[in-house]
């Protein structure tokens, strides 16, 4: 098993844009190129776990989805941090049937774990919002919050212990700063 960094999508590898239905508009935040590169690099690997409450609002298809999450592996594709493994959750609980895979519950990273023979309790949570980064206190290891997207308004709003930095560039820093020689 090896350890992984389970990464928010929007407001924290993409530009947050309030619900993405057209590949046109993947931005990538500045510095998440690099800091993917450099988990990758050092043997983590790379979780996009993210919530897509858009599809139970109906706001957009699970094709528009799909589109945007195949526009996203192109970009990082083309710059070599292709994700290991996207997980999304298209739920919401006041749309769509009760689930386990909308953060801050664990399905999504339960189910890469065992697809993709992770070590939960030694990985790193990161994103813009509380429910990027509370998996960690339910699954072990570090949550990390990004200040881009939401995330320079939820500071004051994350676990205790919750490292805060600028951006994924500094999140992957951090972590290769504390983590054991790979």
Same mark, same amino acid.
């Given at each position: 098993?090896?350890?992984?960094?389970?990464?928010?999508? /929007? &407001?924290?590898?993409?530009?947050?844009?309030?619900?993405?239905?057209?590949?046109?508009?993947?931005?990538?935040?500045?510095?998440?190129?690099?800091?993917?590169?450099?988990? +990758?690099?050092?043997?983590?690997?790379?979780?996009?776990?993210?919530?897509?409450?858009?599809?139970?609002?109906?706001?957009?298809? !699970?094709?528009?989805?799909? %589109?945007?999450?195949?526009?996203?592996? !192109?970009?990082?594709?083309?710059?070599?941090?292709?994700? /290991?493994?996207?997980?999304?959750?298209?739920?919401?609980?006041?749309?769509?049937?009760?689930?386990?895979?909308?953060?801050?519950?664990?399905?999504?990273?339960?189910?890469?774990?065992? !697809?993709?023979?992770?070590?939960?309790?030694?990985?790193?949570?990161? &994103?813009?919002?509380?429910?990027?980064?509370?998996?960690?206190?339910?699954?072990?290891?570090?949550?990390?919050?990004? +200040?881009?997207?939401?995330? %320079?308004?939820?500071?004051?709003?994350?676990?205790?212990?919750?490292?805060?930095?600028?951006?994924?560039?500094?999140?992957?820093?951090?972590?290769?700063?504390?983590?054991?020689?790979?």
């Amino acid at each position: 098993m090896r350890p992984a960094v389970f990464i928010d999508r /929007d &407001g924290t590898i993409i530009a947050e844009k309030s619900y993405l239905d057209d590949p046109a508009g993947v931005e990538l935040v500045p510095g998440s190129a690099d800091g993917m590169r450099r988990l +990758r690099e050092a043997g983590f690997a790379l979780v996009v776990v993210t919530n897509q409450s858009g599809i139970a609002r109906g706001l957009y298809s !699970e094709a528009d989805y799909h %589109a945007v999450a195949r526009r996203l592996d !192109e970009v990082l594709a083309a710059l070599d941090v292709l994700p /290991d493994g996207t997980y999304y959750c298209p739920h919401h609980p006041d749309f769509s049937e009760p689930c386990d895979c909308r953060k801050p519950d664990t399905g999504m990273h339960r189910r890469a774990a065992e !697809e993709l023979d992770l070590d939960l309790a030694a990985s790193y949570y990161v &994103g813009d919002k509380p429910s990027d980064v509370i998996p960690a206190v339910t699954l072990g290891g570090q949550g990390i919050l990004v +200040r881009t997207g939401y995330g %320079a308004e939820q500071d004051a709003s994350v676990p205790e212990g919750t490292w805060v930095v600028d951006d994924l560039d500094a999140a992957a820093r951090r972590i290769l700063e504390s983590s054991p020689a790979r």
